[in-house]
């Protein structure tokens, strides 16, 4: 915070001040305490200082991975993937092991980090279209605007997916609501995901490097509305990486068939093999330009979700296809913002925080040879079931908190969830919240630092089309949920079932053993606490 950062220079000079002096004396010191606060102001500026640790609110970075899975990383068990830039942040900070998405799929969960609500509270909070309308309602507090509260500066860089605009939205003029309308100073994003139209990136309201003369236009339905646009299902041979599903196979940007048609605005479409650079450096720069004042970054990776298109570099270098290249160019990224907040000298008031928006996926519509590839690893660690699925993997994460001087390094068993962010990062901030500001969050800032073990006494996560499902203590409770029992040609287990379903994690991570018949008292106890929370109101005003 800019005030509190002045006050803690200003303190220095009166050190000075100690005895009666001499009309002269005093002017002199008066001049040498003035060049020391001046200097020192520099060496501030310059980031050569760093700011107190426990005085000033910390930066904080929220480094936020795409389908990346509970088995994942070398920190997590992976073998064969070489992750050594999470692994050092993982060795130096606090890593979590029952550290949850709030839902199996992007939007839902993106939702929540940003609101602190659970994201069925939103009958909005689907896995959005491309050109779907802003979700967050205009009574809810998001994360930036609360640590705004506390003076810091704050962008969002990378895969949004939470709506943009209210209604149709002209591509080519100023977009409103933008993530600058919800709490954010700025933003370099793309609107969605990295499989839909509008393949381009929008730097506050506007399409960036869009020619006037050659309008962007997107459309989601059923048919194709440019008949001179070529599209996946007819034009087969243009493609560069096919389409596995009925899904991705609409407009064809850069040879990959994307969800949703879109025509022109060629002069801003984006390469898909840069975007990893092109965001890094968007990140940086921030960084850089705000490091005076604390600021948040919001730093949303596209990684590893399809299509699956690292830089040349990294193309081929896992062994396990795209997939596996993909993460190791995430790695890499994580390496690079942790040498930016060294090289800028903000080690020591720096959180950074590292997870995942849902479980991993091998085959999500494209036949890009990552389900071949994989060989033996096994994405969801020891959990059963990945994105979209009502079991463990699909909502339980990776999650790493690093930060020299704030943190206690070490492994957390503390149940956390990551509708707890806004609260927990408010508290840490100095920031009071209101109850109603709470939302579903709790403050457990502590244990986010490792401090404490403690987490939550429970919490929910839903499965894709907002099915919940509840977890307390070792317990899991999934309510019947009937439904196919896998999806499709995922192979993916959903969790649905017409069966009540009842885990204990502690005997049974892989939730294999439903052990509902045998504690029929747990099993009424938890379907009750969860009734309870979804019965709690919660107005959200789109
Ligand atoms: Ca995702």
């Not at 969960?109 to 659970?118: A, D, E, H, I, Q």
């Not at 994690?505 to 929370?533: C, I, Y």
Request: with cysteine; hydrophobic share 40%; glycine share 10%.
């Amino acid at each position: 915070m800019a005030s509190t950062a002045r006050a803690g220079l200003g303190n220095r000079p009166r050190l000075i001040f100690t005895r009666k002096a001499s009309g002269l004396e005093s002017a002199l010191r008066w001049c040498l305490g003035w060049i020391l606060m001046v200097g020192a102001a520099q060496l501030w500026a310059e980031g050569v200082i760093a700011r107190e640790s426990d005085a000033t609110p910390p930066n904080v970075i929220v480094l936020y991975a795409d389908d990346l899975g509970f088995g994942d990383l070398g920190c997590y068990g992976a073998e064969g993937l070489a992750t050594p830039n999470l692994d050092r942040m993982a060795a130096e900070g606090v890593r979590f092991t029952n550290f949850y998405a709030t839902a199996a799929t992007c939007t839902p969960s993106r939702y929540s980090v940003l609101t602190g609500r659970y994201p069925w509270r939103n009958s909005r909070a689907r896995i959005l279209a491309g050109d779907a309308s802003m979700i967050i309602g205009r009574n809810e507090l998001t994360l930036p605007a609360a640590l705004k509260r506390a003076g810091y500066a704050s962008a969002v860089v990378g895969k949004w997916h939470i709506g943009l605009g209210d209604g149709k939205i002209d591509w080519n003029g100023e977009i409103r609501p933008a993530p600058v309308d919800v709490g954010f100073d700025e933003s370099f994003i793309m609107a969605a995901t990295n499989d839909r139209v509008p393949c381009v990136y929008v730097k506050d309201r506007r399409v960036v490097g869009l020619d006037p003369a050659d309008p962007l236009e997107v459309y989601y339905g059923k048919e194709n509305p440019f008949p001179e646009v070529p599209t996946g299902r007819s034009h087969l041979e243009l493609l560069t990486m096919p389409h596995s599903d009925r899904q991705h196979w609409d407009t064809i940007v850069n040879g990959v068939p994307r969800i949703g048609f879109s025509r022109g605005g060629k002069a801003a479409t984006w390469d898909d093999e840069t975007m990893t650079e092109v965001f890094l450096a968007q990140a940086k720069d921030f960084m850089t330009r705000r490091r005076e004042a604390p600021f948040f970054l919001y730093y949303a990776l596209h990684q590893p979700h399809v299509p699956r298109l690292p830089s040349a570099r990294f193309q081929g270098v896992s062994a396990k296809g795209p997939r596996g290249d993909v993460i190791l160019e995430l790695d890499w990224v994580i390496g690079e913002v942790l040498a930016q907040v060294n090289a800028l000298g903000l080690a020591k008031n720096t959180l950074v925080i590292f997870s995942s928006d849902n479980g991993p996926v091998l085959n999500d519509g494209y036949r890009d040879q990552s389900a071949e590839l994989n060989g033996e690893h096994r994405p969801a660690g020891p959990l059963r079931g990945g994105k979209y699925s009502l079991f463990d993997g699909g909502c339980r994460v990776p999650a790493l908190v690093w930060g020299p001087d704030r943190v206690k390094p070490g492994t957390s068993d503390a149940l956390l969830s990551q509708v707890d962010l806004l609260a927990s990062l408010s508290a840490l901030a100095g920031v009071e919240l209101a109850a109603s500001e709470l939302a579903d969050g709790r403050r457990l800032d502590r244990a986010f630092l490792g401090h404490d073990s403690a987490g939550r006494d429970h919490l929910v996560t839903e499965g894709f089309g907002a099915k919940t499902v509840l977890r307390q203590g070792p317990w899991v409770y999934l309510p019947a949920h009937p439904g196919e029992p896998r999806f499709g040609d995922k192979e993916i287990e959903s969790g649905n079932s017409s069966e009540i379903q009842l885990y204990n994690l502690e005997t049974d991570s892989g939730q294999r053993r439903n052990v509902a018949v045998e504690h029929p008292e747990k099993v009424a106890a938890l379907r009750a606490l969860l009734e309870a929370e979804r019965a709690e109101s919660a107005r959200v005003r789109l």
